[in-house]
Structures are given as structure tokens and as C-alpha cells.
């Protein structure tokens, strides 16, 4: 099956720590780019010698009316594609065919836990920034993301999470730092050592969970040591 290749223009560039950016993208040739808050997109880049590059990036941004979408790209040592996205200048354009993947929100919706630590956010902030975009979508269910990451300057999208919390009591905004500095006032530790807190003895909720392997593996035995039943537990990992 042949999938659609797109062409998307960079239109703004943004630091989110040394080595992290976000980045917004402009698909062109369409007057609405759909997809499903949690897809991902296959980026394609041409390298000097004629090889193809093809890596998948979550999308970090709610679905719009303007066909744009975002990207959370880390910098990785030799990371061709890597570095080559975070090099990008506005207006310059890239190829990517998608959407693609299942991670995404399952109905009927019910309290949910988000876990994510580092760019697994990505795919998580795009679910929470159009599911509260609407009560409708919601439906005043309970929803808590415990974010988790080594330092302060690690927290992608801080601000905007705290923005969403102070502007819906049904939103929970729990970052965990694994090595918070002395003035760090948020929870400490590792992501599952705080989920079990927010579970309690129920079994009835959602659990989204996003980032390396190992991560999720953790996070996935513990909901079903819980006695949760695996449908109710989705995961995306980035390794």
C-alpha cells in the first residue's frame, strides 16, 4: 500500500533546553492535515551520498485547522536525522508520509493516568491539549500526567502544563524530578513511584504511557500487578 508523501515547511523554531526543540511544521498542498491526537509521522531526509533517512516522530501538537503539526526533537550525538531537524531554518521544508499508530485515546473515556518522561511527552501533550480543548471530550473525568525527568531544565512544555492545570480542576500536572535541585518544590523520584498513590485499589481508569523501554516496561507490570487488565493500559516506546 502506497502511502501520501507530504512536503512541511518549518514556520518556527523553538529551544526547550540545550538540546531539545520544538519544532512547528506547515504541511503544504492541504487545506486540513488530519490525524488523531498520539499518531506519528515518517520523516524522510536525503543525505549528501543519496541515502534515505526515514525516522517516526510522535506528533506534539492537538490537531488544527491550520495543517500544522509539531515535533519534539531531542539531539542526539551522530544522530544524522537528529541534527539535521534541529539545524533546520525557518522555511526550509522536509518530506514525511503518515499519519500512522495506534496510540491514541480509547473510548468510552474514563479517569485517566498519563505517563511520560522525556520527548515520550510529545504524543501525551498532543492527547491532553485536545481532549481538554473541549468538556465534551472529557466529560469532567479525572486526569493526571506524571511527568518524569532528571532536572528542572528537563520539563518540556512546563508552562503550558501548568497553564492547563490552573485552567481545569480535572487535570492533575505531577512532574518528577530524578536529580531536582535543592529549590525543586514537585515530587521526586522515579514516575512509578508515584502512580501507585494516584491508582489506589481501583481498576477502572486509563493508563497512556511514553518513553524508553525500560520505562515502560516498569509502568506496565506495576498497573497489572495492580490488578489492572492490559486493555486498559497503552504504551508507545521510543527505543
Known sequence: MAFQTYSARLVRSAPLNDLTKHLDFEIQG??????????????????????????????ASPPSENGRVAFCV??????????????MKDGEELRCQG????????PPMRDTIFIATGTGIAPIRSMLHWVLSDESRH??????????NR??????????FV???????????QPTLSRGGPKWGGLRGYVQEHVPSIAGDRKDMHAYICGLAKMVKTNRDLMYSLGWDSK??????YD
Request: aromatic share 14%; glycine share 8%; with cysteine.
Open 30 to 59: 492541504v487545506p486540513r492535515f488530519g490525524f488523531v491526537p498520539g499518531q506519528w509521522l515518517s520523516v524522510k531526509h536525503i543525505l549528501p551520498d543519496g541515502e534515505e533517512l526515514t525516522r517516526a516522530y510522535s506528533i
Open 139 to 148: 466529560q469532567g473525568k479525572q486526569l493526571w500526567l506524571v511527568f518524569g
Open 232 to 237: 486498559s493500559v497503552l504504551s508507545e516506546r
Open 74 to 87: 531531542n539531539r542526539v550525538q551522530d544522530g544524522l536525522m537528529s541534527n539535521f531537524l534541529c539545524e
Open 163 to 173: 497553564h492547563l492545570a490552573a485552567h481545569h480542576l480535572n487535570f492533575h500536572y
Open 151 to 160: 532536572t528542572e531544565k528537563d520539563i518540556y512544555y512546563h508552562d503550558g
Open 99 to 106: 499519519p500512522f499508530g495506534n496510540f491514541i485515546l480509547h
